[in-house]
């Protein structure tokens, strides 16, 4: 059996392996993880950033989900509500985040566990894009961005992805 310092370690080479030069904010994901707290990732399309998330969930073993937040998103595309309301998303999105669980048609359902909410958004000055409310920032336990890749990261990345490299799933064991 793998000691903590061991799978955080492995867990750090296999999300390496997919995403390249962004060893502080895989340290950053999984320090946020850790803590059970929820991370932004801010950056401009094209950086990564569902990349990460998706590589963290698969090296967890862990499923992802991927919810594109649009103007016309309603509580059933978080919750699975089985009626359509009125878009009140953002407080399930809180719940979610706050409480660890959704709740639908009046019954409670608590969330699997590890449970962490990976919300990507390009900068706020792209068309489309909108602030999110001080209510929703105050859930997010980092704040991070990955950056542009160097030229040397760009190289590493066409070398690497010239096959495919999958992260391997389930290093908890």
């Known amino acids: ?3 903590p310092r061991q799978v955080i370690t492995a867990l750090k080479q296999n999300i ?3 995403i390249v030069g962004k060893d502080e ?3 950053l994901l999984l320090i946020a993880m850790l803590c059970k707290g929820h991370v932004l990732i801010e950056d401009v399309p094209g ?3 569902t990349t990460l998330a998706g590589a963290l969930a698969k090296s967890l073993d862990c499923s992802f989900n991927r919810i594109q ?3 016309d998103v309603v509580p059933s595309d978080v919750t699975g509500f089985t009626n359509r309301t ?3 998303t953002q407080s399930a999105l809180l719940e979610v985040m706050e409480e660890y669980q959704v709740t639908v048609d009046g019954v409670t359902h ?3 566990k590890p449970f962490m909410v990976l919300a990507t958004q390009n900068p706020g000055e792209f068309v489309g894009t909108y602030p999110l409310p001080e209510a929703q920032m105050d859930r997010f336990f980092l704040r991070i961005s990955m950056g542009y890749p160097t030229l040397e990261e760009e190289m590493a990345v066409l070398e690497r992805f010239s096959g495919t490299v999958k992260p391997q799933a389930s290093l908890t064991a």
Request: charged fraction near 20%.
């Open 86 to 88: 009125s878009p009140k």
């Open 47 to 49: 950086t990564g950033k």
């Open 25 to 27: 904010v895989i340290e």
């Open 110 to 112: 608590p969330l699997p």
């Open 16 to 18: 390496g392996k997919v």
């Open 69 to 71: 937040f649009t103007p």
């Open 1 to 3: 059996m793998l000691n």
